[in-house]
């Protein structure tokens, strides 16, 4: 029979004499899914994710976006079918987003200041049929309104205006505040923008309506399939205003902003790529942290597993867990309706 001794904590030399094995076992604390439940140090839960959805003008059904298996273009009846079903399995939020007819589209995103435009109506829509029962997010941005796809007003060289955008988001926010949100998303990284868009609602008797600032949005290729959600017509980038993927400390500068600016919630976009950043702001930030699980990484599990290179489920909760482990406490994703139903067991219902 082989033996040893012990010559330091767990080293082992060998002798007649048994070794009587490791002293510390951690493995003790996962042998059982009970056990592992116990001491689970990050939980996740349906009222930590926010569903983003896509209210599309002109079509009469739902439509399948190619590049986002399951994820749809909704009509406004599909759309509250949506909502209702993410607020009956607990889902904490819903993120909405318009897309305008190209007819609609123009240098300056006016169809998002319409009342009765794309976004604001399904705004109005949600409010009306759902009215408390969820956290009703809208995205506050000129990319999808506009004729030309970058999130702000041109100016004369056919560059982003940062001021000249920011009145247009002030604009905005009231619309979007008047249509029935909760929570209104400023997005397109123009400098000033929580402040401005703070200033307007307040001004205008919204003193209610909470600001999530896209604090660190990131200039990301992984935006791609969300490009085809809101039939962006973009050319180019925008390199400009959204952060290099190469820096990682100005996202603690434009968080510092954002709260002085008077955010009530601030984000890290994409989540996956940006753990790091993530985990840095949740450490310095004051008020909830959110990521947000985009389209491409999304994307990137459904082929993966379209082709049983992996567990699609397992892989949806893991991500899910690493995103809220690194610091997040909400967590915008398109698997909200799915992981909520794996979290209930109610996978298939």
């Known amino acids: 029979m082989p033996g040893g001794t012990r010559t330091g904590t767990d080293s082992y030399q060998a002798t007649d004499v048994a070794y009587p094995g490791p002293v510390d076992r951690p493995r003790r604390l996962r042998t059982t899914p009970a056990m592992r439940r116990l001491v689970a140090q990050t939980r996740l839960h349906p009222a930590d994710l926010v569903l983003p959805v896509f209210v599309r003008d002109g079509i009469s059904e739902p439509a399948p976006i190619s590049s986002m298996p399951g994820v749809l273009q909704h009509t406004p009846d599909s759309l509250v079918e949506a909502a209702r079903e993410a607020i009956d399995l607990g889902v904490g939020g819903i993120m909405v987003f ?74 905005m926010a009231v619309a979007q505040a008047r249509a029935g949100a909760h929570v209104v998303g400023p997005s397109g990284m123009m400098d000033g ?18 600001v999530l600032a896209y604090t660190a949005k990131y200039a990301s290729a992984a935006y791609g399939p969300f490009r085809e959600a809101v039939a962006s017509t973009l050319k180019g980038d925008r390199s400009t205003y959204q952060q290099d993927p190469a820096n990682r400390t100005e996202s603690l500068r434009e968080l510092r902003l954002d709260l002085a600016q008077g955010a009530d919630l601030v984000m890290v976009k994409p989540a996956l790529p940006y753990l790091d950043v993530l985990a840095d702001v949740a450490a310095v930030a004051d ?14 599990i459904e ?24 610091g997040a406490q909400l967590i915008l994703t398109y698997y909200a309706v799915h992981a909520a139903r794996l979290l209930g067991g109610r996978v298939g219902a």
């Not at 949600?126 to 999130?151: A, I, K, N, Q, W």
């Not at 008020?287 to 699980?293: E, G, L, N, R, S």
């Not at 379209?306 to 482990?325: F, K, P």
Request: glycine share 8%; proline share 2%; hydrophobic share 45%.
């Open 98 to 171: 318009g897309v305008p007819r190209d007819v609609d589209k123009d240098a300056v995103g006016s169809a998002g200041l319409a009342p009765y435009g794309v976004l604001n109506a399904a705004l109005r829509r949600l409010r009306d049929e759902l009215g408390d029962e969820t956290v009703l997010m809208s995205d506050l941005c000129l990319d999808e309104f506009t004729d030309h796809g970058h999130c702000g007003v041109l100016d004369d060289a056919g560059r982003v205006d940062n001021d000249a955008t920011l009145q247009v988001y002030a604009q």
């Open 193 to 210: 923008q929580v402040a401005v868009v703070r200033a307007a609602l307040d001004a205008a008797g919204h003193q209610d309506v909470a």
């Open 287 to 300: 008020v909830p942290v959110a990521a947000y699980q985009v389209s491409g990484e999304y994307l990137m």
């Open 303 to 326: 082929a993966a597993a379209a082709n049983g290179w992996l567990d699609r489920d397992r892989m949806v909760l893991e991500t899910l867990t690493s995103i809220r482990r690194a």
